[in-house]
Structure formats: C-alpha cells, structure tokens
C-alpha cells in the first residue's frame, strides 16, 4: 500500500491506542494463571496477535469481549507440569521480536513439543544469547539458525547469565517463565543494563498477577555492575480483572508532530505516572524547546523554537523514529547516542533512519552507534520505503508536517504490526493522506 500525504500542520486531539509492550506482558501472565482474566485492552495490533495466536497453540483459550479479552489460562491443560496434550504445535510468531523472545522460554518452562515460525526477518534477528541458556538449562532445539524451529525438553530452574548489552526482552522473557520453574531460579545480568524501563515493566506486570522477585544490585570481580533477579518457585494468581495503559510509544508520533506544526497536539488516555519508558517522550521534547502540559490521562506538546540537542537513547530506543524527524527540522545539530539496538529491529533502523530521512531533505549522518542530524526549516518531500517497519513509516508520516512537497510511503501497511488505526487517526488530526493499494 502507498500512502500519499500532503502536508499540513497536525492538530487536535487523538486518542491513545492500548500499549503493545504492556499487552504482550499482561496476556501471557493471564495465559499462566491460576483462573480466568479478564484484560481491558481498547485496541489490538498484528504483534499483539501474535502473541495470542501463540498461546493458543499452546492450550489457552482467549475469547474477544467488548473492550477487551477473556482469557482462561493454558494451565488447564497441564499434566503434571508439562504440556504432554499439545504435542507438534506449531507457534506463529509473525513478525513480532516480543511474541518469539517471550514464549520461547514460557513454553520451554512449559516443557512444550512445539515448533516456533515467523517472517523471514524475525527469522534474522538475533536469539542465540536466549537459546544458549535455554539449552543449557535441558531444552533442545532442532533447526538451522533462525526459524523454524522446534523445541523440546523442559528448562531447569537455576541460574541463567546475560550481558546487560542484548536486548531487555531475553531477560523478560526469563521473568515470565522463572515462576513456572521447579525452583528457585536467578537471573544474573552483568553490565549496565540496556532498555531497563522495559525489564520494569515485566516486573510491575509479575508484581500485579502476585509473583515476587527479589533483586540484587552488586558488583562483579572485575568490577562490572551485576543485577540478579530471584524468583522463587511460586504461581501465577490472577487478579480478576486487569487493564492495559495508553500506549506511549506510539503517542510519541502525534506529540512530535505538534512540536513541528502550527497548533497544540493532545494525546489522550496516556498518564504521566505510567511505568512505560517512553513516556520519556514528553521531557525529551521539551529539551528541543517545545512546550508540554500533561494531566492525569492526557498528555500535550505545541510548538515554539525547537533546537538541536544531545541525548543518550539507550533506554528508549523506539523512540528515536518519531525524535528524528523533530531533530531534521531542529534548528542546529542533533546527536542521538547509544543507537546500536536500532540495528537488530523489523529493519537495521538506524541505517534506515538516514537514508528515509535523507530521501526527504533531512541532513543526516550515522556516526558509529550515533545518529547526527543537521536541522533544517523545512524539508523537500518526496517517495520513501517503509522497510516493512511500523515505526520508519509513521516517522515518515510525521516528517511529512513540515515538508515542501508531497510525502510517498511504499509499504504504508506496515503501520498494522502495531498501529492499524494510525492513518485514520492522521486525518483526524487534519492530516491529508491518500491510500493506495498497489
């Protein structure tokens, strides 16, 4: 699909989609609980779907309802701890990096015959960190690198070891599945620990289905910082009914474009208390001169002079799409630091970062893992690739607030992996945009 955009200011009100980190978390905690769940969750997405395609697969059985999900854990199928009645199936994981890096150790503490598949580039994004402890902890896996691949043997409980340098989600994954152990597990992560907010957000969704981990902040021999999560054998309670926040990454896109339009964005449903890091987005908007306000369940940027700045985004990585077209019209220079996690996304991001942008006028640069961006009034327009990846289509979208010309996006679709409504909401908005099946 191609979207054709003409530009004009973004402005009004728009609401928030449901969290698709926070979806993920909650839905498979319910999938591991001890009774049914019911889980407020407004929108849905094709990661979201992936993951409850895969707990399906897997014995649970989530029924939509109005607002939201039913869902009546996979524990009923057990027999005697392992998943013997589900035998050779087959978990989709799409496209989503969460839905394979968090099932494949639940469903290996599951003791899962199963066989893990999905797009050709999640076939490509690294795993072998995760695996490797995997196997070492008695699971088996049969594959060549990559996917498919099929699972088999249960994990151990006991201590599992990672660099805190690989991606937030092979140590969430660990947490989700330490409670279905016959035993007190650690989890051991060596070094400052990258994306940390999103390892927070796993244990605030553990801590709300009852599951208590203990952490330990030390040192190693050799002076590296070492956390350790211990989680002693216990079970998943559920508490009956549970909601989904605003999603703020994704609100991170409307609240860009009112720092590069005329008038005030408003997004509503998000909450400044959110355990969600990215609702970082705000004070780094504000950084680059833009005005903000924010109340208990709304958040708003409007534009004033907005400036080049230096920020480390180690901790907020899916965030530098939506920065980076503020950046490219920032007056002076724009220095995004610790990029490196961009590479291993639906796309290499950061390379894609550059040369979309690049395609529309910006100035940039990848400088080693940072990202260099020489501001400019006003950018050209023009056609540029989504990559197949959501978050490079919608920075193209928001770009194109303060472009000369029209803006081009092949493979507009992607937005669907975690924002199908995301270019109604572009009109309603007041945004031109023209979609085209190609």
Request: hydrophobic share 45%; net charge negative.
């Amino acid at each position: 699909m191609l979207a054709k955009i003409n530009p004009k200011p973004l402005s009004g009100t728009v609401p928030a989609i449901s969290s698709k980190s926070m979806a993920h978390r909650i839905i498979i905690a319910a999938a591991l609980a001890n009774g049914v769940t019911r889980v407020a969750c407004d929108t849905t997405c094709a990661d979201i779907d992936a993951t409850i395609r895969c707990l399906t697969a897997i014995g649970a059985k989530i029924d939509p309802i109005e607002g939201g999900f039913e869902i009546h854990p996979v524990l009923k199928s057990l027999e005697h701890g392992i998943l013997r009645a589900l035998a050779g199936a087959t978990l989709d994981c799409g496209e989503s990096g969460s839905t394979l890096r968090f099932m494949l150790p639940v469903a290996c503490a599951l003791g899962a015959d199963a066989t893990f598949v999905g797009s050709p580039r999640l076939g490509e994004r690294p795993i072998a960190p995760l695996t490797d402890e995997l196997m070492a902890a008695g699971c088996t896996f049969q594959g060549a690198t990559g996917l498919p691949l099929r699972i088999t043997g249960r994990m151990r409980a006991g201590r599992f070891e990672l660099p805190g340098n690989v991606s937030s989600q092979y140590i969430s994954g660990l947490l989700l599945a330490a409670p279905l152990l016959d035993g007190d597990t650690q989890i051991a992560v060596t070094g400052e620990i990258e994306s940390r907010p999103y390892i927070g957000l796993t244990l605030a969704v553990l801590n709300a289905f009852g599951v208590k981990v203990g952490i330990e902040e030390g040192a190693t021999p050799g002076g590296l910082p070492l956390t350790v999560f211990t989680i002693e054998r216990q079970g998943y309670r559920t508490p009956g009914a549970i909601a989904v926040e605003g999603d703020w990454s994704n609100a991170a896109f409307w609240l860009s474009a009112g720092a590069l339009g005329r008038h005030s964005v408003t997004v509503r449903g998000v909450t400044p208390s959110s355990i969600q890091g990215d609702r970082a987005i705000s004070a780094a908007l504000m950084l680059f001169g833009a005005k903000g306000q924010r109340s208990a369940r709304a958040a708003t940027v409007r534009p004033d002079n907005i400036h080049g700045i230096e920020l480390d985004v180690r901790d907020i990585p899916d965030l530098v799409p939506a920065l980076a077209a503020v950046a490219a019209c920032a007056e002076g220079t724009t220095r995004f630091t610790g990029c490196s996690r961009l590479r291993i996304k639906e796309c290499d991001r950061l390379e894609a970062i550059a040369t979309e942008l690049g395609k529309l006028g910006a100035n940039v640069c990848v400088d080693g893992d940072a990202l260099v961006i020489e501001g400019r009034e006003q950018l050209d327009g023009g056609r540029v690739s989504s990559r197949n990846d959501h978050r490079i289509a919608m920075m193209a979208a928001i770009a194109a607030v303060r472009c000369a010309s029209p803006v081009e996006i092949e493979g507009a679709e992607a937005v669907d992996k975690s924002y199908p409504l995301f270019f109604e909401h572009y009109r309603l908005l007041g945004g031109d945009v023209e979609l085209i099946d190609e």
